[in-house]
């Protein structure tokens, strides 16, 4: 399909370099993997994968001419090696255009399709001279690179080794996880600022492993995305989620999260439906969460699938707003229902005049555009009675609770009530407070 040689070729060639390799004669090897290769065959179908893998290796060997070995590994994975390299500076300098050059959108029968190329580095003698040691080494620095982000170009580094068993590790576990449903969401309350109510709950992931321990969202969501679990794992998380919410007051609603990633898949807004049909959930009581950077992708599909979604009535929540790099035209070409004011501004509130600048511009906008706010990360009362002052609708941390289990929620509800009837009105001590910092 790509008219490479394969995995054997290139072991034989390699063979051959590294026989001559010296510490005056370096020798190369680069392992390049594509990243958003996977979703190329969900979004495209398979023909579209193959082409694309077909117009990457044209690029490459058009780059490449004849300074080195090119070769197709595996699936969407190729290695390259340099025989005889001046310095590290030429396998950096090839790096640099090969990712270069995978930046174009590759055109498939169903539109552009974006793809990124990260790419892992070992030097012979330097970093060995055995070829398998070496391959390995090769794509354990690509697996550091892939983990990085889009389009790394990482050398390997002796420490390399142990992050990356950790890694197989994860992604292993992760497996079995998925497969036996055992990752859960917990929730974290979302208050009303005008009542001081808990009105909501946003589902959070977690994942307690018997031998790994607890492992954030953070980490095995992005893991998720790579190996494509993330599909059965959203699905899972949600289903649960709208189950334990069917248990909670009639007027709470369900913040669930949704990364960039999963936007890139056309079906998205048809499962979320159907787990909200099955479940018997409203979808007037479902906000989706949503950051700045799935607005930037240019394929639109995820306009289509928020388009779909808010047309049953789900609400749609921009999260983490002022840390992503979204043009105000770009979002506001979306419609939104909620802005989420980032942590990084709430924890700021008292010790930066940027900060309450950049807040208070947040919530005038926000109030232009007729959207509710949200502020994540309060975490103590001057906080909460400044973003109340300036009019920001609900709040969001540990001054409230942090994310627990279903099982406690209620407990939670029941503490609120009794707080409420015991300490006098919540809100009445709350609108005091703003009173005074307003007077
Ligand atoms: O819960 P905190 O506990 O550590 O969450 C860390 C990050 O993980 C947040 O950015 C949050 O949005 C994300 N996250 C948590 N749960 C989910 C989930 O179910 N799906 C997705 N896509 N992201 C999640
Ligand atoms: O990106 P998103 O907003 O979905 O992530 C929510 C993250 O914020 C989770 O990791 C959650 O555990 C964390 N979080 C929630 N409340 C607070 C808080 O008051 N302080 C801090 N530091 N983190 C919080
Ligand atoms: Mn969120």
């Known amino acids: 399909m790509t008219g490479l040689p394969n995995r054997r070729l290139f072991d034989e060639e390699l063979d051959l370099c590294l026989g001559l ?4 004669h370096q020798v190369a090897i680069l392992m390049l993997g594509l990243d958003g290769f996977k979703r190329i065959k969900d979004t495209h179908g398979h023909a579209a994968e193959d082409k694309a893998l077909g117009e990457f290796a044209k690029r490459l060997t058009d780059i490449l001419r004849k300074d080195g070995v090119l070769a197709r590994i595996g699936g969407d994975e190729f290695g390259i090696v340099l025989p005889n390299i001046s310095s590290l500076e030429d396998p950096a300098n090839l790096a640099r255009r090969i990712v270069a050059s995978a930046a174009d959108t590759f055109a498939t029968e ?3 399709a974006e793809l990124g190329v990260g790419i892992g580095i070992a030097i012979a003698p330097l970093d060995g001279v055995n070829p398998h040691e070496l391959v390995r080494r090769a794509e354990r620095a690509l697996y550091r690179a892939q983990g990085d ?3 790394r170009v990482r050398f390997f580094e002796p420490d390399m080794d142990v992050h990356v068993e950790r890694r197989v590790q994860i992604e292993r576990e992760l497996r079995s996880a ?3 449903d055992i990752i859960e969401p917990h929730y974290q309350p979302l208050v009303s600022l005008e009542s001081n109510r808990i009105i909501g709950f946003e589902a959070l992931a977690r994942w307690e492993n018997r031998t790994l321990g607890n492992i954030p969202p953070d980490v095995f969501i992005p893991i998720a995305e790579e190996t494509g679990l993330i599909k059965a794992l959203g699905d899972q998380l949600l289903r649960r989620a709208c189950l334990d919410a069917n248990a909670w007051p009639e007027t709470f609603s369900l913040a669930f999260n949704i990364s960039p990633v999963q936007l890139r898949d056309s079906a998205l807004g048809e499962r979320i439906l159907s787990a909200l049909a099955q479940t018997g959930f409203s979808p007037r009581r479902l906000e989706i969460e949503i950051t700045e950077s799935a607005f930037v992708e240019k394929t639109g599909v995820a ?3 928020i388009d779909e979604l808010r047309q049953a009535g789900v609400r749609i929540a921009l999260d983490d707003f002022g840390t992503g790099y979204a043009t105000l035209s770009q979002l506001l070409s979306f419609r939104l229902d909620k802005i989420k004011i980032d942590r990084s501004f709430v924890s700021h509130l008292d010790d930066s005049t940027d900060s309450r600048v950049i807040v208070r511009a947040i919530l005038g906008l926000a109030k232009g555009f007729g959207l ?3 502020a994540e990360g ?4 001057s906080q909460l009675i400044y973003l109340a002052a300036n009019g920001c609708t609900e709040g969001q941390g540990y001054l409230f609770s942090g994310a627990v289990p279903a099982a ?3 407990a939670l509800l029941n503490r609120e009530a009794g707080r409420r009837a015991i300490t006098d009105d919540g809100a009445r001590s709350l609108h005091a407070g703003v009173d005074a910092l307003s007077s």
């Open 372 to 374: 509710t706010t949200t």
């Open 21 to 24: 390799a010296t510490d005056t």
């Open 110 to 112: 169903t539109g552009a």
């Open 303 to 305: 306009k289509a699938v």
């Open 378 to 381: 309060i975490e103590d009362e």
């Open 408 to 410: 406690r929620i209620p």
């Open 149 to 151: 982000g889009r389009s």
């Open 178 to 180: 998925v497969a036996a």
